[in-house]
Structures are given as structure tokens and as C-alpha cells.
């Protein structure tokens, strides 16, 4: 990292204080009390994630927004406080301009020693979104499963807190009473929306992407937190827990185009009275579990914030703290989850065809990160399908199980194809894998007056990948 670090030095300029930000009359913050989670809130994100859930790839579900693991500095405090008019790096740029070169260098190197932390944490996500998608899929996963994964995530998220939170507490206590006014200064002009901000260098060199990004995130988290209090640190917001459907991807491919409010409504106004019911189960359930989940949150950062006071965070506490705020995210997570299965085991053709039109509406349902394997990409694909044939007892759509080699329009159980598709099968026979591919390339144009509202897929490694799949559904 020392390398890294020598950059890092000519990332920013030497000087320390700002004389345009010592003028700046400290601004009050503004209240946050108004922000808190309640149960409208809780109703829109899990509409909103309704409708990402039900239509989008599972692999949509992995993306994680920067800041979102290990969120435990304030700093999503301080850009609600400041009306979300301030951005991260233009907070980190000028945290780094009242730095000194040592403490940069500290900063940096927090980017290479946190990376075990972070992939344990990335993996143990990765993991509860697995369990998501077989659930999604038609698989059996048990609640205790589940919780079990959660404790795990929660564990390491907080591992990687400690991480950070250990190495700022040794950064902060080599500022000077000088360089403390000064970012606190700094916060105040960018919560009160008037930053006065620090010069482009001139002629630095240039960190890969990754570690640049990083530092601008580990550095406007430095800034939070030194200058904050318990009850910033302690603020959260609704995307936080549960964050593992798919919103924020959405919301990336649209162009942030997608507001969550919006997107509920749609979702609402499609659903019936007792499918509102449903999802209203899993806002009763999270509205209690977001107060647990906050108290436990809390009993986290007062372990962490030891290290501002120079002292030694205690890595048990932290990991026992930390398992317990996963278990309750998990909890959060299973019950919305939960109630949108049933949401989906009893959605109309009508229904089903409605939501798909609002996704297309916004971005398309494919995974950004496709995976080597064939069999798990046409699992994650298969996401999209299961929408309509998983469950399929509400009479949207017939099963895909053995699909591969039956007899077209010949589910047994299953009498409501259209007559199009009756007509396809008296001149096709049975679903050869050639067949197959041509219907989901294009449903309407292989069968015309076909039921099916997907509008199929283009790409042919894609169409192989999810008939790889469905040959493993025997």
C-alpha cells in the first residue's frame, strides 16, 4: 500500500486549512427527526421491491450501492441533513485538502487493509441472496437457514466497521485542534449546502478507478464521523436493511430515473385489497424490527466510537453486536420476502403481465454480471420466469418442470393456453430444445395471440444458459 499512498500525497494539495472555511460561520445542522422510518416508508420500499424481486434476474439483487457496507459513519446522516444537496467526493475532496501528508497516507492505507473484511462481507451476501433466489426459484429454504446466514453477514459487515473505525480513531487523534475547526467547518458549509471547495490539484497522478472511488468514500466517512455525534452515526434509512431485491440496481439502469414513491404506487394500484394485506403483514413485522434493529445498530457504534477516544475496540463485542443486527435485518429481510411470494402465489395473468410492463418501463431484467457457469446464469434468468410458473396453482402459467421433451400444451393439470398455443402444438408436438429457443426469443413472433406477456430474450448464450437450466428441472 505504501505505493498507493505516495499517490495519494499527490491527490490533493498541502495545505491544511482552507482560508475560505475559516470564515465560514459554523451553520446548525438540521434536524433529522422528521426522516425517521415509519410505516409509509416501509409500505413503498416493499411495493418497490415487489415489483424488482418479482421481474428483475436475481443477479440484480447482488449490486450494492457504495457506502452500504459497513455504514456506520454518519455520513448518509449528513447528506439527508443537508437536503441531498451535497455529494461524496466533493465532502471528501476537501476533508483530504485539511490533512496532512501522513494522515493521507493513513487514509489510503485503509483501502488494502480492509479488503479481507470486505470480501467476507461481500460473501456472506452474496450467500443470502443464493438462499433469496431458490426461494424465488421454488426451492425449500428454512427461517432458521436464513437467520443463520444473516448472523453471518451481520458479523462480518461489522468486522469491516472495526476495520475502518479503528484505523479513523488513530487518524483523529494526530489532528490538531486547527485541523478539527476546520472539518468541522467543512461539514457545516456542505449540510447547509454552501461548500466552498477545495482546488482541483494541478498535474496529480491518478489512482485506478477502484481505489479512487474508495477513497473518496473512506474520506467523506472520515469527515462524518470525527465531526458527527452518537445520533448521527446512529441514523439510517429505509433502503438499508434488506437492501438484497434489486431497488438500487433498478434504480442504476433507469439512470435514477426511478423514485421509490412512484414505483410503490404503481405496484399498489395494480394489487388487490388482500394482496395489500399481504405486504402490509411484512410492514407490521419490519416496523418493530427497524426499532430493534436501530437499538441493536446502536450498541455497535458505541463499540466502534471507543476508537475516537484513542482507545482499542474490542473485536468480540463487535462480532456478537454484529451477528445481532444481522439476525434482525434477516428477520426483516424473510418477512418481506415472504409476503411477496404470496403476493405472487396469487397474482392474476392480468396481474403478472401488468408488473412486467412496469419494469419495461424503467430498464430491462437482465444481470449485469453474467457468471461463467451456464446452469447458474439460467438459474438467475429463470428469476424473470418464475413470476408466473413457480406455484403455478394460481393458473398464470403452467410449470417448467420437465418442460424440456413434453408435449406442447400438455401440463398436466394446467388447461388455460390460449388458443394460439393449442394451434402451435398441433404442428410442433413436443418442446424440442430447438423449439424452445425460438419461443424465447421471441414469444409473440414464434406463436402470434400467445398469452405470454415476456418479450423473450436476444442473446443466444442467454437463451442456452436458462435451457440448461430448465433441463435440470426434472
Known sequence: MRSL??????????????????????????????????????????????????????????????????????????????????????????????????????????IGDQIPAYEQTRRARIAMNR??????????????????LGRAYGAAEAEMGRVIAQSFGEIAQTLTPEQTEALVLVRSAHAAG???????????????DVDRQELVNLAARFLSWTTGSPEYNDFEVVGKPSQHFGFVSLRLASGHSVRRGAVAQEVLEILSPEQHQMLDQAVAQNVGAFDDFLSSRALLMRALEVALDGGVIDVADVASFGAAIGEIEAEMTWAQASAMLNVRNNLTEAQSAALIAIRSTYAPALPENRPDDPVILGRQLFAQCALCHVNAGNGVAPSLTGVLGRDIAQEPGYDLYSPSMRAYAETNGAWSPELLDRFLTS????????????????SASDRAALLEYLGTLE
Open 443 to 458: 414469444p409473440r413472433a414464434a406463436v402470434p395471440g400467445t398469452s405470454m406477456g415476456f418479450d423473450g430474450l436476444s
Open 131 to 148: 438462499a433469496l433466489e431458490r426461494l424465488l426459484v421454488g426451492e425449500v429454504v428454512t427461517r432458521d437457514e436464513f437467520l443463520a
Open 194 to 208: 454552501q461548500p466552498d471547495l477545495a482546488p482541483e490539484p494541478q498535474g496529480a497522478v491518478r489512482l485506478p
Open 5 to 110: 499512498s505516495i499517490l495519494v500525497i499527490a491527490l490533493v494539495n498541502a495545505s491544511v486549512v482552507q482560508p475560505a472555511l475559516a470564515q465560514t460561520h459554523l451553520q446548525p445542522l438540521r434536524d433529522l427527526s422528521g426522516h425517521a422510518v415509519d410505516e409509509p416508508q416501509l409500505r413503498n420500499a416493499v411495493a418497490s421491491r415487489t415489483l424488482t424481486w418479482l421481474t428483475g434476474s436475481s443477479a440484480n439483487n447482488d449490486y450494492i450501492s457504495v457506502g452500504r457496507l459497513a455504514n456506520f459513519f454518519g455520513f448518509v446522516a449528513l447528506r439527508v441533513s443537508s437536503g441531498q444537496s451535497l455529494t461524496r467526493a466533493h465532502v471528501a475532496r476537501d476533508a483530504l485538502a485539511n490533512l496532512d501528508d501522513t494522515q493521507r497516507v493513513a487514509l489510503a492505507e485503509i
